[in-house]
């Protein structure tokens, strides 16, 4: 038996309310030593140049995703790429070689994070390693609605995550106020 009627129950839906006050991941502080990101990978001949380097842009390709692990794991959210601040090719990386890159979050900002990338070569029939690059990455943590958002602060209890938090924040100075001047 079909009922000639349909009852409905009302339902009321309350509108979402985003605030800008921290979540409570980001109230909290946590270690440099908890965002760590390791990524290795064997570089291949598909990945060097005609004198048997690897190409810059595969490094930083590398570089920019164990960042971006490092910075999502401190987030506890989505971050994305704002800057490559600083790359410092020291040695060439050849083909056969192990490429790793060791990330860790420096600095913290309300909703930015600075990123130090460190990056070794390993021959990995002699066991020879190299370290090859130093980078820095700027960060940004997002909310759902691809906006800005903040962030844990960073337990730098140990001397040298306060000192790499000090380099971080002078770095971030040093790079605002050459915007500010270069804008005058």
Do not use: W
């Amino acid at each position: 038996m079909v009922p000639t009627t349909l009852r409905c129950r009302r339902i009321e839906v309350k509108p979402r309310v985003y605030s800008l006050a921290m979540n409570d991941a980001a109230q909290k502080s946590k270690k440099p030593a908890d965002s760590v990101a390791v990524m290795s990978e064997l570089m291949m001949p598909h990945q060097v140049n005609n004198l048997g380097h690897v190409f810059g842009g595969e490094v930083l390709s590398m570089v920019d995703r164990a960042a971006a692990v490092s910075a999502m794991r401190h987030a506890g959210r989505a971050s994305v790429t704002v800057s490559i601040d600083r790359v410092e090719f020291v040695e060439p990386i050849y083909t056969g070689e192990l490429v790793t890159c060791t990330a860790r979050v420096n600095f913290v900002g309300r909703t930015s994070m600075e990123i130090g990338v460190i990056v070794d070569a390993e021959n990995l029939l002699t066991g020879e390693k190299r370290h090859t690059n130093t980078c820095l990455l700027t960060f940004v943590a997002i909310d759902e609605n691809h906006r800005p958002c903040p962030v844990a602060r960073l337990d730098v209890s140990d001397p040298e995550d306060a000192r790499r938090f000090r380099e971080g924040k002078r770095r971030r100075e040093v790079r605002e106020a050459l915007d500010r001047e270069l804008q005058a």
